[in-house]
């Protein structure tokens, strides 16, 4: 085996280990929330694409518009997302983090 392919499969070990145990620390975290694995998915979705309208969480997410919005229904009492209307279409209203 080359040096390379020596380096290459100790990077992937590394990138396992690291991968099992974030998601791990994640898994750990939500459980002391009330935040459901689905609630966080749309969460960290709306983290890395800013404001997003239902329709795209829901594209992303591959559910019901239905779902969504009662998703973010409670996302909103929970004071983790509010609902602020599109500049450019009042009717359109975007999803963004609560501070």
Request: hydrophobic content about 40%.
């Amino acid at each position: 085996m080359s040096s390379q392919d020596n380096f290459l499969k100790a990077m992937e070990n590394w990138a396992n280990i690291y991968m099992f145990r974030s998601f791990s620390e994640y898994f750990d975290y939500l459980k002391t929330t009330d935040i459901s694995m689905q609630q966080a998915y749309a969460l960290t979705f709306i983290h890395y694409n800013g404001p997003s309208k239902i329709s795209e969480v829901c594209e992303h997410m591959m559910v019901s518009a239905a779902a969504v919005s009662q998703m973010v229904d409670r996302l909103e009492r929970q004071n983790l997302v509010e609902r602020i209307p599109e500049p450019g279409d009042r009717r359109v209203r975007n999803v963004v983090l609560s501070k």
